[in-house]
């Protein structure tokens, strides 16, 4: 009898991985039903072998799209070396990768971990420290204060300052001391740092939330109240950074600077998670041996890897490559406003598409996009968050927005 396992993957059907999934693996996402085999540039293959454009980019993990040659043959040539040490000993990646990223990103300082949340709960864990040792706040009075509709990742702590619900319901109790302001309002964030405030959390664009940009002066008014107040602000550009918006960091289009930033996602070059803490010397140089660390964090591999990311973006190549297909990208999206979309917002290769009322859904316009050979995901009932790898063609991009203008022209 031949089992599903002996079967070459071409010859068994998507149904059968996906019904494997569903099975075997929690249910904690929804996937579209594609199943992929192999991945090349702006393009995926699924098992029976038909090609998709990649329009997600794995929600910015992969700016530099499947399989770069450079990223593969960095991981290729640390593999044939050494993966991991441990913080126990010093390898001779580390050190490297966290110079060349500090000098990428104009900052002093490096702490490598592995996924975004880790980045962030490092952030939060110095921020705190940085209060009661630097700044001075009474022990155990410390805030962080956040922005609505924020996302940030999803351990305990992280949700417990989300507005989600869905992210929150039954993830309880949660941990206290952080304060929730509407997003680009600075008139609630003037009147929620205090002298307890050890720091600000914004993403400088909001992913998740549908790609929200905040009003112009709303960032770099955040930074003039951090400064006023003797707090930090801490960027969490683990999905708006390294390119995706023109620049290294989204916040460089303000001309603001944060004393802290969160980096992810594409800094593993969508071959392994890397993340980091980036910025000031005297903020993360609260952290003294034992206080805090991971297993995997800043291990030669990530670091072989992340340094093969940061040598892509010196050129440059990458940031100008969001700037002119981002212009490409937004002109002829705003082109559909009035066609079956009602708004459009982002910056660089990045974009919100809300889908008019009326029409379909984000989740039936993904899966009519998917049967048009494009992918890409529904953020909320009525957004599309379009985020293809930096590397796509000017014509796959067209591609790929005349199928939306197709999808979401139709009525539902
Ligand atoms: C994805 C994301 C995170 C969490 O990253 P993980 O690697 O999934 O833990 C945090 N912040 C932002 C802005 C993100 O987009």
């Known amino acids: 009898m031949t089992t599903f396992a002996d079967k070459p993957a071409?010859?068994?059907?998507?149904?059968?991985?996906?019904?494997?999934?569903?099975?075997?693996?929690?249910?904690?996402?929804?996937?579209?039903?594609?199943?992929?085999?192999?991945?090349?540039?702006?393009?995926?293959?699924?098992?029976?072998?038909?090609r998709y454009l990649d329009f997600l980019s794995g929600y910015s993990a992969l700016n530099f799209g499947h399989r770069h040659h450079e990223l593969v043959s960095a991981a290729v040539e640390q593999l044939g070396r050494v993966t991991l040490t441990s913080r126990a000993f010093h390898h001779d990646q580390?050190?490297?990768?966290?110079?060349?990223?500090?000098?990428?990103?104009?900052?002093?300082?490096?702490?490598?971990?592995?996924?975004?949340?880790?980045?962030?709960?490092?952030?939060?864990?110095?921020?705190?420290?940085?209060?009661?040792r630097v700044k001075g706040v009474p022990e155990g009075q410390a805030q962080i204060v956040v922005a609505d509709s924020n996302f940030h990742g999803r351990t305990t702590t992280i949700v417990s300052f989300s507005t989600d619900d869905t992210a929150r319901a039954d993830f309880g109790p949660f941990t206290p001391g952080f304060v929730v302001v509407p997003y680009g309002d600075a008139a609630a964030l003037a009147e929620a740092v205090t002298d307890r405030t050890a720091a600000v959390l914004l993403e400088p664009i909001q992913g998740e939330a549908g790609v929200v940009v905040p009003p112009d002066g709303y960032l770099a008014e955040a930074r003039r109240l951090c400064d006023e107040a003797g707090a930090l602000l801490i960027a969490d550009e683990i999905q708006s950074g390294l390119a995706r918006t023109g620049t290294v960091f989204a916040l460089?289009?303000?001309?603001?600077?944060?004393?802290?930033?969160?980096?992810?996602?594409?800094?593993g070059g969508g071959i392994v998670p890397v993340?980091?803490?980036?910025?000031?010397?005297?903020?993360?140089?609260?952290?003294?041996?034992?206080?805090?660390?991971?297993?995997?964090?800043?291990?030669?591999?990530?670091?072989?890897?992340?340094?093969?990311?940061?040598?892509?973006?010196?050129?440059?190549?990458?940031?100008?490559?969001?700037?002119?297909?981002?212009?490409?990208?937004?002109?002829?999206?705003?082109?559909?406003?009035?066609?079956?979309?009602?708004a459009v917002r982002g910056r660089g290769l990045w974009a919100g598409v809300d889908l008019a009322?009326?029409?379909?859904?984000?989740?039936?316009?993904?899966?009519?996009?998917?049967?048009?050979?494009?992918?890409?995901?529904?953020?909320?009932?009525h957004t599309l968050r379009l985020a293809p790898p930096l590397v796509i063609e000017e014509s796959d991009l067209d591609r790929g927005i005349d199928a939306l203008a197709e999808v979401a022209g139709r009525p539902a």
């Not at 071409?10 to 904690?28: G, P, Q, V, Y």
């Not at 949340?117 to 864990?125: F, M, N, Y």
């Not at 316009?365 to 909320?380: D, F, I, N, P, W």
């Open 10 to 50: 071409r010859t068994a059907s998507s149904a059968d991985f996906i019904a494997l999934d569903e099975r075997w693996s929690t249910h904690n996402y929804h996937p579209l039903p594609v199943v992929i085999a192999e991945g090349e540039g702006a393009w995926v293959t699924d098992v029976q072998g038909e």
């Open 94 to 132: 580390l050190g490297l990768f966290c110079r060349e990223l500090a000098e990428l990103t104009g900052t002093e300082l490096v702490l490598p971990m592995n996924s975004g949340a880790e980045a962030v709960e490092s952030a939060l864990k110095v921020a705190r420290k940085w209060a009661y």
């Open 252 to 267: 460089d289009h303000e001309r603001v600077t944060a004393d802290l930033y969160t980096l992810g996602k594409a800094l």
């Open 275 to 342: 993340s980091a803490v980036v910025g000031r010397a005297d903020v993360l140089g609260v952290l003294k041996p034992g206080e805090h660390g991971s297993t995997f964090g800043g291990n030669p591999l990530a670091c072989a890897v992340g340094r093969a990311v940061v040598r892509l973006l010196s050129t440059g190549e990458f940031q100008q490559r969001s700037t002119s297909l981002g212009a490409h990208l937004h002109t002829r999206l705003s082109e559909l406003v009035g066609h079956g979309v009602s």
């Open 357 to 381: 009322s009326g029409g379909p859904t984000g989740r039936e316009a993904s899966e009519a996009l998917r049967a048009r050979g494009v992918l890409c995901k529904e953020t909320h009932g």
